[in-house]
T-cell receptor, first 108, second 113 residues
């Protein structure tokens, strides 16, 4: 499975758009890119998944360039409640490997 | 719809004692996972079940850890004997067979003294 690299931490302010970029240089043809969110004292929660180009749901957008060696999770107009750890994963056949994630801290 | 249920939520034991964690996955989810999460780290897979069969237990320390999913629904993860280094959060997750999205429970926080 491809290793992912993402920033350890990020700070932003309420109402801003937050973009978290993840690199996955060794992604394989069959791999999907998935993002999870984890609040303290809770298990991770699926946010979004994509294979290429752009995916959008009610929570976030995921941008994947043509070479698929990186991806960017975009959170529009964040609030204090978006403070959490965000994990970028490359998933294949039910097996996912979590890295350390990005600790996002939203400031008022 | 009920999510993944885990119990207990917290457990404090002395080293060398046994401990067991229980997980009830989302109804209809064939695949069940147990993860271990240390402070400041991402979850690490311990074992994955497809129905009753453990299809990936390569990361399970088999000298002290065991797991079972007898009827392909609930699952139990056991540690015997527990060591200080086993203090962590134990997460259970489930998914539909063939789908990659996993749904996690709240976890059991274990403290070994």
């Amino acid at each position: 499975l491809a290793k992912t690299t993402q920033p350890i931490s990020m700070d932003s302010y309420e109402g801003q758009e937050v973009n978290i970029t993840c690199s996955h240089n060794n992604i394989a043809t069959n791999d999907y890119i998935t993002w999870y969110q984890q609040f303290p004292s809770q298990g991770p929660r699926f946010i979004i998944q994509g294979y290429k180009t752009k995916v959008t749901n009610e929570v976030a957008s995921l941008f994947i360039p043509a070479d698929r060696k990186s991806s960017t999770l975009s959170l529009p107009r964040v609030s204090l409640s978006d403070t959490a750890v965000y994990y970028c994963l490359v998933a294949r056949n039910d097996k996912i490997i979590f890295g350390k994630g990005t600790r996002l801290h939203i400031l008022p | 719809e009920a999510g993944v249920v885990q119990s207990p939520r917290y457990k404090i034991i002395e080293k060398k004692q046994p401990v067991a964690f229980w997980c009830n996955p989302i109804s209809g989810h064939n695949t069940l996972y147990w993860y271990l999460q240390n402070l400041g780290q991402g979850p690490e897979l311990l074992i994955r079940y497809e129905n009753e069969e453990a299809v990936d237990d390569s990361q399970l320390p088999k000298d002290r850890f065991s797991a079972e999913r007898l009827k392909g629904v609930d699952s139990t993860l056991k540690i015997q004997p527990a060591e200080l280094g086993d203090s962590a959060v134990y997460l259970c997750a489930s998914s539909l067979e063939g789908e990659e999205t996993q749904y996690f429970g709240p976890g059991t926080r274990l403290l070994v003294l």
